[in-house]
């Protein structure tokens, strides 16, 4: 059974989405705070977390980019708040997902059900770029910088381990996995979310920046993730 941490000051929202989620066959537990729920994370380990962003202790943006230092488990932010703005600020603080309240539970568990199979479906296959023996970081080429594996769904950057976030991390596999190739914004949303879910165009274009912060040598002139203007995006192994 997966296991969700719901993480929500109101204890009735919270009883309510407990025990919506539990007849749904989740195992769920509860924290009422941020230091509550950053103790859960370690302890109870969740498959997923459901993030309210109004919490007594810890501003919810500061929070979700603290649980993402600490773990690559898929976050769904579920808020009052629906500015744009606030969604785009929870999206570079390493959500993976943004649900307004009020909202339907049928939509709740259908992204959840995305987000969950999307981390557990995961090749097996290592997907890699291995330069050759004694090779040092500076000399690499430039196919050699970006080495994936996705068992252990981890990412070194010209030697250096480089954390992601749950969706950055579906999507930088989706294109190394086939460079050259254009996935439009379509493809990238379904990659990350599965046909069940809603994201929209804006959030995968916050997951591209925040990417290309993390792999580029420069994100303003990028090598790797390049843009192809009214249609999407393509990754490309620059020539030595």
């Not at 046909?195 to 997951?207: K, L, M, N, P, Q």
Request: charged content about 30%.
């Amino acid at each position: 059974m997966h296991k969700i941490l719901i993480i929500e000051d109101d204890p009735i929202m919270g009883d309510m989405l407990s025990m919506y989620l539990q007849e749904e066959g989740y195992l769920v537990q509860q924290a009422h705070t941020g230091i509550e729920g950053l103790r859960l994370l370690a302890v109870y380990a969740p498959d997923i977390i459901l993030l309210d962003l109004m919490l007594p202790d810890w501003d919810g943006v500061r929070l979700c980019t603290e649980m993402r230092r600490r773990s690559d488990v898929p976050i769904m932010v579920v808020s009052m708040k629906t500015e744009v703005s606030e969604r785009v600020e929870a999206l570079k603080a390493g959500a993976d997902d943004y649900l307004c309240k009020p909202f339907s539970m049928h939509e709740l568990t259908a992204r959840i059900y995305a987000m969950i199979r999307r981390s557990k479906t995961l090749s097996a296959e290592r997907t890699t770029f291995i330069p050759d023996e004694g090779a040092t970081a500076s000399s690499l080429p430039p196919a050699a910088e970006v080495v994936m594996d996705p068992q252990k769904r981890t990412v070194e950057v010209r030697g250096e381990r480089v954390e992601t976030t749950f969706s950055e991390f579906e999507l930088l596999r989706m294109f190394v996995s086939q460079p050259g190739r254009v996935f439009s914004r379509e493809d990238l949303i379904n990659a990350i979310r599965g046909d069940e879910s809603f994201v929209t165009d804006r959030a995968i274009d916050v997951h591209i920046v925040n990417l290309r912060r993390k792999i580029e040598r420069n994100a303003k002139d990028p090598q790797f993730i390049r843009t192809v203007w009214g249609v999407g995006y393509k990754y490309m192994l620059p020539e030595v």
